[in-house]
């Protein structure tokens, strides 16, 4: 994998833009309070040292002004005065008389005698006795002189501060891009590079060996051959996951058992080959039921199966059931499926299906071989009568009717003896076959007591229905049509019908046979060939 450009930090997300910014601003503050602070400062000494100049001056001409107030001098006072308003600091100059008379005022020119200006006074006392006063020196000084002296001191002094802050924000910001920003991005740049649990690792520089760069480069390293040492267990557990997932999926595939996985919806997530083959669904066919409902498609009863999933769920366990596929051309295909529910992220129902086609067949074979007659194929008398009582309790539930037909066989014992029991089986079978085209209905019970002895038991049927005396028309036209035997020859058999009807004869499967025969022996005692209804008790 090929490494991307490490990302260039500018603007604002900058740490070294930041870090300036940061102590760019704080030098500023500090500069702006110094400088405050400065210009108070300035501002007094300028003022101080305006007043010291000014009473330098005045010391120094004190004498000479006191000799001209004494000798009331005006040229003298004019001239001194005159030379100490040709300074700056100094606005205005008057000698002013012990009675309070001006002797002498001289304003700098261009200056402005201003209300509150700053007064320096000096006492003029007589040369000849320092204890007589002749007047007073008054000096007005140049306030606003002072000021700009001490505004532009200030202001020098803020830019000094300034400069300062700016070139020690610069200073740290490159030393800051050195020593932290640089080796960072550096570091950062190589990590990128670096693919993943190869051994590369990161190189301390000599500069950096006992700083925090350097601590930072060791800790990188160690996470790395952490990451390494965590990469190599995960490959080696991959590739035993990959293994087993290999050996599962080859068990999956090559399983006999169709194993299917349906959400909760009853689509399939997923299907082995098994499960094509036991249903007889191509693969593409099976996988176009991650669309359709797996259920429906595949089993007879769909509901059966669904029911089977509900009872897993509820109770928590494998389900089992042998059950019908739906069918496909003539043959019935059936599977033994067990089903059990995972609750994990939704719902979801894993299947095992068997085929027990051939099972299923033998099974109905042997059955079909327990419960009917071997000869004719009808049932047998114990099939028989299970079936009756099995009719007897239906009608009884749903207060129905149901007719029994007891029926023999008039001069079989003839054909049996004369003609052998071949051709006694020949016409067995014949009648058989006669007796379930006269009952029509598969859903009525025809079978074979032994012998030449037979019952038919007709659902829903009564005793006034035409249906009852149809059918025992039928059977006895039918029956007395002759029989052409295997050898060419033809025989004759006549037939004797008894029935009785429920619940008019009775409510058990025993009363309702014993009033039938009852029925069939009036019968053949009245010449045979005919059939009767049982009476009413």
Known sequence: MTPTAAPRVRGANSLQLRFMLVVFASATLLALVVATVAYQLSQARA?????????????????????????????????????????????????VAADGSALVKVVRPGAVERQGATLLTRPLMSPFDDKESLGQLRIHLNDAKVSADADREAYTLAAVMAGQAALLALVLYLVAARMVS?????????????????????????????DEIGVLIAGANELLDSNERQLKVERKLRSEVESMEAQYRQIFDSSSAGIFVLNEGGRLINGNPTVSRV????????????????????FNRPEQVRQMIDDATRR????????????????????????????????TVEGVIYDI?????DENEVRHRAEHDALTQLKNRAAGQETLERFVAEAASRGAALSVLCIDLDGFKQVNDTHGHQSGDEVLVACAERMRAAVRRSSDLVARLGGDEFLIALRDVGPEDAVL?????????GLSLPIRLSTGEEVRVGVSIGAACMPSHGMQAQELVRAADDALYHVKRNGKQAFALALTG
């Open 316 to 347: 928590g366990e494998t389900i089992s059931a042998d059950l019908e596929l739906v069918q496909q051309g003539d043959q019935r295909r059936w599977v033994h499926c067990l089903i059990s529910v995972q609750q994990v992220d939704g719902q």
């Open 357 to 361: 086609t051939e099972r299923k067949s």
């Open 469 to 477: 005396s149809q059918v025992m028309r039928d059977l006895v036209d």
């Open 182 to 210: 640089s080796p960072i991005v550096r570091l950062a740049s190589a990590l990128r590079r670096m693919t993943p649990g190869s051994g590369e690792r990161l190189e301390i520089p000599s500069s950096h060996g006992r």
């Open 279 to 298: 249903v007889g669904l191509s693969m593409g066919e099976l996988r176009d039921l991650s669309e359709d409902d797996f259920i429906s498609r595949v």
């Open 47 to 95: 003022l101080a040292s305006g007043r010291s100049s000014v009473e330098s001056l005045a010391t120094a001409v004190e004498k000479t002004l006191a000799i001209g107030a004494y000798a009331r001098d005006a040229v003298l006072l004019q001239e001194v005065a005159g030379g100490l308003v040709r300074n700056e600091l100094v606005d205005v100059v008057a000698v």
